[in-house]
């Protein structure tokens, strides 16, 4: 069953630093009124004004609307005056309720998070200063569950840590890209109870080596010691297969006592076949657990769910790349606006996946059945997963 919790409560408590005098909205009237319109497709603070505009003899009776809806700019101010902090900490209460309704009497699987970095290019202040947000992203409901943006004197490496220390991790598997593939974020992992597995590039150059290395001798002179498994896969032109290898011998990785709980490392070739042209692709991974090559290839699929998911949607659909609002806090509020509304969609069990309803379509849906969009936000949903 899903028990999607009435949402607008989580976001009743949200602190108004504005003056009194002239306060025409309260700051949770336009969440979700903002909520209401980004599900409908409109993404930017013009359209979202205007969506509510048509829609308010809807919104007059739902919520408590004396001076009637919000302009652009009213939103725009208001967005730039929400703590993002604070107004994250509420999301990841309703999400982290949600998942606790959702993983009731389920023999749950071991939970899989990925982190990424995304950037949100329109809004850069400066040429070369692009804004990036990381999220945290739960491979095994398709939920973003977190998110944090990166400063501007700083980089992801440095904010990961950050992100990690506001999540609960324990018994999860992490995993992350290459960049942050590094002693300190594993040693994190591990101490907060958790597991990784962590893509190795160039930037661990010793490490890399060794592992590749390792892998080439292996397969000719000691394949007994590797766990391998092959997916097939083919789809409009595409022939896409993958070899999964794991293995725990890793005596002879110089300084492995630095790499805290290491006890495998994999390796991934994928060899893609597009319209007749070949290409191949090899990735390293270290990981704290003992496991076998399928176990590992359901990991390292999931962690693309983030990108292939998440920031594809976030992109494509609701067109975030493009997003000029540069306001720091407004950038951040309004990214975290997105992340409700996809989430929700992921949520509605209303659309059979069997008729592959794309997300533009769910968004006509919502504008024509503005109720849909009030069961969410209002209302306890119960539904058949």
């Known amino acids: ?10 976001f009743s408590d949200l602190v108004d630093s504005r003056d009194n005098r002239g306060l025409r909205h309260t700051l ?3 969440v979700v009124m903002s909520i209401y319109a980004v599900l409908c497709g409109y993404i930017d603070a013009e359209n979202m004004a205007f969506f509510m505009k048509l829609q308010e003899p809807y ?35 309703w999400i982290r309720d949600v998942l606790s309704t959702l993983q009731k009497n389920e023999i749950t699987e071991p939970q899989r998070i990925a982190i990424d970095g995304k950037a949100v290019r329109a809004a850069a202040v400066k040429v070369g ?5 990381i999220s945290a992203y739960l491979e095994n409901y398709g939920l973003s569950i977190r998110q944090l943006k990166v400063g501007e004197k700083t980089n992801e490496i440095k904010e990961i840590p950050k992100l990690l220390k506001k999540l609960d991790i324990s018994k999860c598997v992490i995993t992350i890209d290459a960049i942050s593939c590094q002693k300190e974020i594993a040693k ?3 101490e907060q109870k958790g597991h990784y597995c962590l893509a190795v590039k160039a930037n661990q150059a010793i490490l890399y080596d060794e592992i590749r290395e390792y892998f080439s001798y292996a397969e000719k002179e000691e394949p007994e010691k590797l766990r391998a498994y092959e997916t097939l896969e ?14 725990q011998d890793i005596d002879y990785l110089a300084g492995k006592e630095n790499w805290k709980g290491l006890k495998s490392i994999g390796k991934v070739e994928s060899i893609r076949e597009i319209d007749g042209i ?6 390293y991974y270290i990981l704290d657990q003992e496991m076998t090559s399928e176990e590992m290839s359901h990991i390292v699929r999931g962690h693309w769910e983030i990108e ?7 992109d494509v659909h609701f067109r975030e790349d493009a997003c000029r609002i540069k306001a720091e806090k407004a950038m951040q509020n309004l990214s975290l606006i997105r992340k409700i509304c996809y989430n929700l969609m992921k949520l509605d069990k209303r659309f059979d996946k069997k008729k592959k309803m794309t997300y533009e379509k769910m968004s006509m849906l919502y504008t024509y059945h503005l109720e849909y969009v009030q069961e969410l936000i209002f209302e306890k949903i119960v539904e058949n997963i």
């Open 188 to 190: 994190q992992i591990v």
């Open 129 to 133: 200063n692009i804004p990036y947000i």
């Open 278 to 283: 070949r290409s191949t692709e090899t990735r």
């Open 1 to 10: 069953m899903i028990f999607i919790m009435e949402m607008k409560k989580y």
């Open 28 to 30: 949770v009237d336009i």
């Open 59 to 93: 919104f007059e009776k739902i919520l408590d609307l004396k001076y009637g809806t919000p302009s652009a700019d009213t939103l725009l101010r208001v967005f730039a005056i929400i703590e993002p902090e604070k107004f994250m900490e509420m999301f990841y209460h």
């Open 234 to 247: 083919k789809n409009h032109g595409r022939i896409e297969k993958r070899k999964y290898k794991i293995s």
């Open 308 to 314: 292939n998911s998440l920031h594809w949607v976030l």
